[in-house]
């Protein structure tokens, strides 16, 4: 199959790129490589499939590229890409969130309508929720983000769905909750926690560390969308967790356990945009896809701390990992 995965160069669209290569698949790779966080970081992430003779990369804008020839024979599309993080989605950057989640997705679905696609499998996340009424929290519960990345997540969803009821698009949105593992971005926790503890640094959190998420470990969140894309789900939103819901204390207390040290924590205050708890009910995943996650978080977390190890300590050059926005660095994720 010819599958396009938009964002390849990020975090999860690079594994899932991967998972396709080695299932024998041809893959197109869409990125324009924002500057939210730093070139050589997603570089770093295409580094294998740059070696892959069935892997081609296209660097564009997905607002103003020609999309109508990049999509045509194509089987699967999974739009990955988005402007990412909660806290940096307030004031004036709200306009780079609305141009590259809203409007990105509307020109891509536009483009794909009245094409013979198989699934068209769209990136949501667990910020449409907010602060959800019930945990675990299920998709019949109305959605209510509390920031403005969260309100652009849904924007796309919604776009989704209205190309899918309006024009057939066989459509999927797949809402993560906080998906962690090797690649993470480097303003998510568990990167900044992991990195900082090994420089002997004290980790920094908003809020009191009772916070609690659902954390889900990057190969579930692939094996999620491989699934959606076979199944015959369509015009479906659905929840993609781990199995379990942790607090961010019980979080640092896996963690000098894994890196056998003590870790320094500072407290600060809450963020704006932050829900308190997440946690999903997946059960709907389970029924349309088969979904079930199969990394608890202690094992996902022991992976993501070698990939820091040998990421950042152990070569002579470290990738640089600045984030645009000082604020955006300590982001738990949706």
Request: with cysteine; proline share 4%.
């Amino acid at each position: 199959m010819r599958v396009i995965v938009t964002g390849c160069a990020g975090f999860l669209g690079s594994h899932l790129s991967e998972e396709f290569i080695a299932q024998g698949h041809e893959v197109v790779g869409v990125d324009c490589f924002t500057d939210y966080y730093s070139r050589s970081a997603k570089e770093a992430n295409l580094v294998r499939l740059r070696e892959e003779p069935r892997f081609s990369l296209v660097e564009a804008d997905l607002c103003t590229m020609d999309l109508e020839s990049l999509v045509e024979g194509t089987d699967l599309i999974y739009h990955q890409a988005a402007q990412a993080g909660v806290r940096a989605s307030w004031g004036a950057y709200f306009e780079t969130y609305v141009r590259n989640n809203v409007v990105a997705t509307q020109r891509l679905l536009e483009a794909v309508k009245g094409q013979s696609l198989k699934k068209f499998v769209y990136a949501s996340s667990s910020s449409v929720y907010g602060d959800a009424e019930s945990y675990p929290t299920s998709e019949s519960v109305l959605p209510c983000p509390v920031s403005p990345y969260g309100v652009t997540k849904l924007g796309g969803e919604q776009l989704v769905y209205l190309y899918h009821r309006n024009y057939g698009v066989p459509t999927v949105a797949l809402r993560y909750f906080t998906v962690y593992g090797p690649r993470q971005r480097p303003d998510m926790a568990f990167h900044k926690f992991i990195r900082w503890a090994l420089e002997g640094k004290p980790i920094q959190i908003y809020g009191d560390g009772e916070q609690s998420r659902d954390f889900t470990f990057v190969s579930d969140a692939v094996a999620a969308n491989v699934a959606a894309g076979i199944s015959d789900a369509t015009g479906v939103a659905l929840n993609i967790g781990g199995g379990s819901q942790v607090t961010v204390n019980e979080v640092i207390g896996i963690l000098e356990e894994l890196l056998d040290m003590d870790i320094r924590v500072d407290y600060a205050s809450s963020q704006r945009g932050d829900v308190r708890h997440t946690s999903a009910d997946t059960s709907l995943a389970a029924s349309l896809i088969g979904y079930e996650p199969r990394v608890d978080l202690r094992a996902g977390l022991a992976q993501e701390a070698r990939w820091v190890r040998r990421a950042h300590f152990q070569s002579t050059e470290r990738p640089v990992v600045s984030v645009r926005k000082p604020e955006a660095a300590m982001a738990v994720g949706a």
